[in-house]
């Protein structure tokens, strides 16, 4: 079956720093990938659409400038989070676009930032 | 804005009862998704149902569409410990999923 990976599993990092995640599908192809995040006991909310080769489609209340993601291949997409503040500790989930509108999801990434 | 509600947001339950999670949508949409997530875990695919009247099994769980009323249905039947978990809908439209707030679900013995 299709599977994504993400990389790193978890950070820790201080404030003020830039992290960098990781999203691969690694046995597909994936000209679209999705970025989740997900606070504590909450659902998973939509950040953004990426598309292979394209810029990514940033929702609604979600800093494009904060957040910058990058689709440069057909089998990454890499999340970077900027000058990181605490507020930004949550999960992070990317998922992969496949045939009929499935969607395969990654493990996740848990930031903390202290 | 679709906008996807679950009911209930908390159950407790005990082994062996049956028990049923709603999934209400706001707009039309013909792909309904049911994902378990376990604590500190990513989301498990359970069910996809592509069309009205659809309705897929899986040991004890069982899930139901229809798009008419816009809702879905997951049942469980004679619940286990292990089925303790959150469970998500999903709205698909267009290349988008738009999820449920999620159904924390704890069996008691």
């Known amino acids: 079956g299709a599977v994504v990976s993400q990389h790193p599993s978890w950070v820790i990092c201080k404030s003020g720093t830039s992290v960098k995640i990781e999203c691969r599908s690694l046995d597909f192809q994936a000209t679209t990938m999705f970025w989740y995040r997900q606070f504590p006991k909450q659902s998973l909310m939509l950040m953004a659409t990426?598309?292979?080769?394209?810029?990514?489609?940033?929702e609604q209340g979600v800093e494009k400038d904060k957040f910058l993601i990058n689709h440069a291949s057909l089998t990454l997409s890499t999340l970077t989070v900027t000058s990181a503040h605490p507020e930004d500790s949550s999960f992070y989930i990317c998922?992969?676009?496949?045939?009929?509108?499935?969607?395969?999801f990654g493990p996740g990434t848990r930031l903390t930032v202290t | 804005e679709l906008k996807v509600e679950q009911n209930p947001l908390f159950l407790s339950m005990q082994e062996g009862k049956n028990y049923t999670i709603y999934c209400n949508y706001s707009?039309?949409?013909?792909?309904l998704y049911w994902y378990r997530q376990d604590p500190g875990k990513s989301l498990e695919s359970l069910f996809v149902?592509?069309?009205?009247?659809a309705v897929k099994q899986e040991g004890r769980l069982m899930a139901s569409l229809d798009t008419k009323a816009r809702l879905s249905t997951l049942h469980i039947t004679a619940a286990v410990h292990d089925l303790s978990a959150t469970y998500f809908c999903a709205v698909g439209q267009g290349n988008q999923f738009y999820f449920g707030t999620g159904t924390s679900l704890t069996v008691i013995p």
């Open positions: 998922s992969a676009r496949g045939l009929a509108y499935e969607q395969y």
């Open positions: 707009t039309t949409s013909d792909r």
């Open positions: 149902l592509l069309s009205n009247g």
């Open positions: 990426s598309n292979e080769g394209s810029k990514a489609t940033y």
